[in-house]
């Protein structure tokens, strides 16, 4: 998602992060970092020669208290464009909508996201998947938990291809997250997968992709 292309094609050269609860916007750092990284961690010749074109990493940051951490996201954004005498757009790519989880992404305060997801190429859940478990988690008929909320409807809705990230700090919703996403065509990898810890990496996190269209969860 994030190596550098021989084309100069806006479309085909950009990565959409959807960010939820994604606050201040470090998600959309973070992706400004990798692209760099993986943009000169190629042949030297080519950095050089300026046939590559960066990946350019878009971010909407989807939050329940947007109005209040629009501002801090601005300031971030501003801070990005000069890194160590070298000019960069980093900032350039966030903006910052309301959403709230506990609700399908029919809702009226979901709108935005709802359009989002089906062209998203990452949507990431840090630390606050969990801080809504009350609203997320539900039982089915036999007490199986069930995931519900905006995120039954991007795991139904986002395109093959598509990744999600979760980290938090702790693992008891992820049964149920991933029960879901296997039903709707995503593999995935956890810290309960791994047999050793990422150093110093998130106590408790899951990574999915979306590999089938297929569409059966209950």
């Not at 000069?82 to 959403?99: L, N, P, S």
């Not at 093959?160 to 049964?175: Q, R």
Request: glycine share 10%; with cysteine.
């Amino acid at each position: 998602l994030f190596l550098p292309k021989l084309s100069d094609d806006t479309n085909e050269n950009c990565c959409k992060i959807c960010s939820i609860g994604g606050g201040p916007g470090y998600d959309h750092l973070v992706g400004c970092l990798v692209s760099f990284y993986m943009k000169n961690m190629q042949p030297r010749h080519l950095v050089d020669s300026g046939v590559l074109s960066e990946k350019q990493v878009t971010t909407q940051v989807f939050d329940l208290f947007a109005s209040n951490w629009r501002p801090i996201m601005e300031d971030l954004g501003e801070s990005c464009k000069m890194v160590d005498g070298i000019a960069f757009e980093w900032g350039a790519g966030m903006t910052m909508h309301h959403a709230d989880l506990r609700f399908g992404l029919e809702a009226t305060p979901n709108l935005e996201l709802c359009k989002s997801t089906q062209s998203a190429d990452i949507f990431c859940f840090q630390f606050v998947l969990h801080e809504n478990a009350s609203f997320l988690l539900g039982k089915d008929y036999d007490g199986k938990d069930l995931i519900g909320g905006a995120v039954w409807d991007i795991l139904n809705n986002a395109k093959l291809g598509a990744f999600i990230i979760c980290t938090d700090s702790g693992n008891f919703l992820w049964p149920a997250l991933k029960a879901a996403a296997a039903n709707c065509g995503w593999d995935y990898m956890g810290n309960e997968e791994m047999s050793h810890r990422i150093k110093l990496g998130p106590s408790s996190f899951v990574i999915m992709e979306r590999r089938s269209e297929e569409v059966g969860c209950k």
